[in-house]
């Protein structure tokens, strides 16, 4: 479980979360489009994990179709 997270943290995973609801994708289904382990998107966004990196930011937006 995640100690402190930060505003921006927080603004980033539910940015992510917006849009992969919007494009109807479940978190499993962004695991697999980013290459991670099923329950990745999950575990992120239940805070078990920690945010995003820079890296996995830009796959998931080239997965989610947004250039922003």
Known sequence: MIKEMTDNHLEIIYKVMMK???????????????????????????????????????IIALALGDEN
Request: with cysteine; charged share 20%.
């Open 20 to 58: 992969r609801i919007a494009k109807g994708y479940s978190p499993v289904q962004l695991s697999f489009l980013i290459g991670r382990p099923q329950d990745y998107i999950d575990r992120v966004e239940a805070f078990q994990l920690p945010c995003y990196t820079t890296g996995e930011i830009s």
